[in-house]
């Protein structure tokens, strides 16, 4: 019966068409509410005293002189944390507030409510805090021979994949050492939120997040309170790109807002909440590759070093990514595989955007160029020769049922022809709006990279999602706990709905952890299989329930009826009634939705641990300046799997976002971090690509061969685009200087040799 | 916060007569940065943003004279750009279209950064600054305003009413370098004017330094060997000029560029500034 479909469309978006956001005009004419717009009537502002030092014990912490600032309403400490002073999205080892040791730059040490900003920052300026500093353990290199750090100890996890025959040698190797720095997720809406005292000693929050469910169940052990009593509602997000999985000021916003009985908003400034959230983790990756003389990969050996930064975090997630496609899409029979990340005294690390799948491809791709160099074979030649496809073994030996069109997508972008002309303003030059070069100072390089990463939760993880689908007198209600961070759940809920009920209006319910189940986490390219999933799933429960209510009512034959238009017709007998009518007396169906179960990696890294895979290819064309070391981008072509496209607007918009983050890793963005110090929290010395940084995506292919167990056959698409993006814009750089550039971003000094002068 | 609207000059400069150490405020591109952050206290503000006379701008003869609350957007126009094209170029590389339609000239004056985009251009053009007081007025010349890092000679109770500058018969160059293409603060930057009258080049080297430099020498050596009627020079005239350049430099290091590739640049942005400006003799 699912099979059935209506002739005639509904207006509205269904799945495959264009769905405009209903966000996007609003948040351009800035009338939509951002967490950071919340209001209540009295409510008090709150603040975070945060640690100076990146290692230090604290000796002496005295809140007296803050306390008796006029218009201060509390000043707390670790020693009013109701609950547990931990928390942790895989382990609970990051502290609410500091209790004695400061492991980073910018922890937590108190929190203050006032009834303005400026008597926080007053307040927040008396408290009095004595500190010991301690010598901050920043090379993660020498993290698991230095003393502990933390009690769980300075390892979060070690990884050592064995595929294979390890006796494997090849004919041709190619070894490389490469590094990426710490990029940050740049979103716009820095943490925000407001909690609100509840009568019944629970507290409500209101904050932008990634996982309310995952939220819920840490800020209730940290406050001592059942999870029915924590009620968390999502605020408008301006952002998340993995930023926030992690909580940052939900505790701290409940012990003041429960602490004072009286509602308080907290926002982070830039700075703040470059402190306030995860970054991505810096890597370090060494790599051999084996080949025979025709270019077949034969083995591939690597270690790949993260730096976790503080606190745990979702490292473990990160790690087991970053090793199990350490080497590509690529068939490859043997392989060793050491992943490790490690706790230093650096800004903790976590989920960004490509979870460890966008430093290992900067790895694997650089090697992939060395061996066709080594061979002298046409670089995209050898990938397509040692491209996955379906049937074929990952380096964890789990065998791929799924679409893989990995020769599709490199194909496909390889062979797309650029338009992009020689430049001769000097403003779309290297240097831009700084007018630095003209054309004869110009080096132009091109370059292909591909990558891929898993879809969804891994390693055995129960990964859900639940919906509610309610209809009445016509009109449906979804309600899910789906966090929308701007990857277009609102519209796709909508469509879905539409496509199976054949309804016009589609009210979605605000995402609230009171009102339904977890829909998990909006990362890992999840939501739209996931929380997609479970809306079909729900529709189809109503759809069923709907038709078998009219076959009795009505008498007739079941099998005969469709829904076309807001109408239950049936094909062989004289029977039409509207939805309106049919659903006078409301039908729901409430759904958990999970995908196919997977299982953790044994001792050798070895086991069906992931679902589902997307790849994605990109083109870089670059100019640069060699003697400035001033890059420009002036062309990325892509080619991505979708699986099916179902909403081909929102798809270009991730295309085109996730390139231009992936970009930016590639010629600028680093968090600076020295002896354990951001030195740029700030837009003004943290860059993001501008217009003129950003070149247009063309988008070669989207290549759509429906995925086996996937809802209407759909791909995540989210992180893809900056996987490849990343490795394909060095590659180009590297096309233009012949320089090897080994770490991203390249730096202008990485490009120009200044010591001759 | 007590904020004063000033509506006229008058206003403004009796309104700072009466609060000597008040912040003067204009677009606020750089003061209210610094305010957020919580690092400039203010105790009183005056605001000048509406004062028609800083507003204007006049070409008379041989001068152009600058209202200090004229934006960098204006300065980009047609008119401004044809009369002092370094300086335009300059106010184009100044953050982002809102930045520029906010930010003033006479407030990169006044915040007298090492970084500031339109200082070295208005170092080689020896601007002349009038100085306002309620009571005094004074021309004060611009190395002897800009004192050093984010300090300046305006005392209490004074504001910048206007900068005067020469309109040069030459073509002028400014270039600057950041690690992204636009909206970026400079690592480096270098400004070159000619002056077909005087058969001068004139030029100034921007961030590599506490103030902007003249490198006087340099000036000197190529002003001297170019054939000003032809408007061409030697290949080695060019690499001597650059060399001398960067010599001048006196830059640090800082998490925005070494000191050694600042030096580095000055000497390729100071060859291809010259080299746009003056044809190669083929010898």
């Known amino acids: 019966m699912s099979d059935l479909k209506t002739e005639t469309p509904v207006s509205g978006p269904r799945i495959g068409e264009s769905a405009p956001r209903p966000d996007g005009v609003p948040k351009v004419n800035g009338s939509f509410a951002f967490s950071s717009d919340l209001w209540h009537k009295n409510m008090l502002w709150g603040g975070t005293l945060r640690s100076p030092f990146p290692s230090a014990r604290i000796t002496r912490l005295d809140i007296t002189e803050a306390l008796l600032i006029d218009g201060v309403q509390a000043v707390l400490t670790h020693e009013d944390v109701p609950g547990q002073n931990l928390y942790g999205l895989e382990h609970a080892d990051q502290p609410v507030m500091a209790e004695e040791i400061i492991r980073y730059e910018g922890e937590p040490v108190a929190i203050v409510a006032a009834d303005h900003p400026e008597i926080v920052r007053r307040a927040l300026n008396a408290i009095?805090?004595?500190?010991?500093?301690m010598a901050p353990l920043t090379d993660p290199e020498l993290a698991e021979e230095t003393d502990f750090i933390h009690p769980d100890g300075n390892l979060i996890r070690r990884i050592n994949l064995r595929h294979g025959d390890q006796e494997v040698q090849g004919e041709i190797q190619v070894e490389g050492i490469y590094e990426v720095g710490m990029q940050d997720q740049a979103f716009l809406g820095p943490e925000s939120g407001l909690a609100v005292p509840g009568e019944d000693g629970g507290v409500d929050l209101y904050i932008s997040t990634q996982w309310l469910h995952a939220d819920r169940s840490q800020v209730a052990s940290c406050l001592g309170l059942e999870e029915e009593r924590v009620r968390i509602t999502l605020a408008g997000v301006g952002g998340a790109f993995g930023a926030r999985e992690d909580l940052s000021l939900h505790v701290h916003l409940c012990m003041l807002a429960m602490r004072t009985n009286r509602a308080v908003k907290m926002i982070y400034s830039r700075e703040e909440s470059f402190h306030g959230h995860v970054h991505r983790h810096p890597a370090k990756m060494w790599y051999r590759h084996h080949a025979d003389s025709k270019g077949n990969l034969l083995r591939v050996e690597a270690k790949v070093l993260l730096d976790g930064g503080a606190y745990a975090s979702s490292s473990g997630a990160v790690i087991a990514n970053a090793t199990c496609f350490a080497a590509g899409p690529y068939r490859i029979p043997s392989a060793d595989i050491e992943g490790v990340v490690v706790r230093t005294n650096n800004p903790p690390c976590g989920a960004m955007r490509g979870f460890g799948a966008v430093q290992t491809c900067v790895g694997h791709e650089a090697q992939m160029d060395k061996l066709a160099r080594a061979l002298n074979m046409d670089p995209v030649e050898i990938r397509i020769k040692n491209a996955l496809k379906p049937g074929d073994k990952l380096l964890t030996g789990q065998t791929i049922t799924g679409t893989a069109p990995v020769a599709e997508v490199i194909q496909t972008c390889a062979e797309h022809t650029s338009t992009c002309q020689e430049s001769t303003d000097p403003m779309s030059l290297p240097g831009g709006a700084g007018r630095t070069a003209d054309p004869e100072h110009i080096s132009r390089g091109e370059a292909i990279a591909v990558g891929f990463k898993n879809l969804m939760f891994s390693e055995g993880f129960d990964d859900f999602s639940s919906a509610l689908c309610q209809l009445e007198n016509g009109v449906a209600t979804i309600t899910c706990a789906c966090a929308e961070v701007g990857q277009g759940f609102v519209t796709l809920a909508q469509q879905i709905t539409r496509e199976i009920l054949g309804v016009e209006e589609v009210i979605l319910a605000p995402a609230a952890t009171q009102t339904v189940g977890s829909a998990g986490s909006t990362s890992a390219s999840r939501q739209t299989w996931m929380s997609g999933g479970a809306v079909q799933k729900a529709c189809e429960e109503v759809r069923v329930k709907l038709l078998e209510k009219l076959a009795v009512e009505h008498q007739v034959d079941i099998d005969n009826l469709v829904l076309v238009d807001g109408q239950v017709t049936s094909l062989n007998e004289d029977f039409t009634i509207s939805l309106e009518e049919a659903t006078s007396e409301p039908l729901e169906a409430r759904v958990e939705y999970r995908h196919a179960p997977t299982f953790p990696l044994d001792e050798n890294g070895q086991g069906d641990a992931h679902v589902s895979f997307a790849f994605s290819a990109h083109k870089a064309v670059v100019d640069v300046d060699p003697e400035l070391g001033l890059v420009k981008v002036v062309e990325l072509i892509t080619s991505q799997d979708v699986g099916r496209l179902l909403n081909p607007l929102q798809a270009v918009g991730q295309l085109e976002g996730g390139a231009a983050q992936g970009l930016g890793l590639a010629v600028m963005e680093e968090v600076l971090v020295t002896e354990g110090n951001i030195r740029n929290a700030s837009f003004t010395d943290y860059l993001i690509p501008t217009a003129l940084d950003m070149p247009p995506v063309e988008i070669a292919a989207i290549i759509e061969q429906p995925e086996p167990g996937a809802p209407f056959g759909a791909k995540g698409i989210g992180e893809p685009p900056s996987i490849s993006s990343t490795a394909a814009v060095v590659a180009a750089i590297r096309e233009a200087t012949n320089l090897e550039l080994p770490r991203v971003p390249v730096r202008f000094t990485d490009i120009v040799s200044v010591e001759e002068d | 916060m007590p904020v004063t609207v000033a509506r006229s000059l008058d206003d403004a400069l009796s309104a700072l007569e009466e609060h000597p150490n008040a912040l003067i405020l204009a677009g606020g591109t750089d003061v209210m940065v610094e305010v957020n952050k919580g690092t400039r206290p203010v105790e009183q503000v005056i605001s000048i943003g509406r004062v028609p006379e800083l507003q204007d701008w006049e070409h008379e003869g041989d001068w152009l004279h600058l209202g200090a609350a004229v934006t960098y957007t204006e300065l980009m126009g047609e008119e401004l750009s044809s009369l002092v094209p370094a300086l335009a170029q300059a106010a184009r590389t100044v953050g982002s279209p809102q930045?520029?339609?906010?930010?003033?000239?006479?407030?990169?004056?006044?915040?007298?950064?090492?970084?500031?985009?339109?200082?070295?251009?208005?170092?080689?053009?020896?601007?002349?600054?009038?100085?306002?007081?309620?009571?005094?007025?004074?021309?004060?010349?611009?190395?002897?305003?800009?004192?050093?890092?984010?300090?300046?000679?305006?005392?209490?109770?004074?504001?910048?009413?206007?900068?005067?500058?020469?309109?040069?018969?030459?073509?002028?160059?400014?270039c600057k370098i950041g690690p992204r293409n636009a909206m970026v603060i400079s690592v480096a930057s270098f400004t070159l004017l000619t002056d077909h009258q005087e058969k001068q080049v004139k030029s100034c080297l921007g961030t590599v330094g506490p103030v902007p430099i003249r490198p006087t020498e340099a000036e000197d050596f190529i002003s001297g060997e170019v054939n000003w009627e032809q408007n061409t020079v030697r290949p080695e005239v060019l690499d001597n000029f650059a060399a001398l350049c960067s010599s001048a430099a006196r830059p640090i290091d800082d998490h925005r560029g070494s000191a050694a590739y600042r030096r580095h640049a000055i000497r390729v942005l100071s060859r291809r500034a010259a080299s746009r400006v003056f044809s190669e003799e083929i010898s």
């Open chain 1, 128 to 133: 009095q805090v004595e500190y010991e500093e």
């Open chain 2, 99 to 174: 930045i520029r339609n906010a930010g003033t000239i006479g407030g990169n004056l006044g915040t007298s950064s090492p970084a500031g985009d339109t200082l070295p251009a208005l170092f080689a053009l020896n601007a002349i600054l009038t100085i306002r007081s309620k009571t005094t007025v004074k021309e004060v010349p611009i190395d002897e305003f800009i004192t050093g890092v984010k300090s300046n000679s305006l005392n209490p109770g004074e504001l910048i009413e206007k900068i005067r500058v020469p309109v040069l018969e030459g073509p002028q160059e400014f």
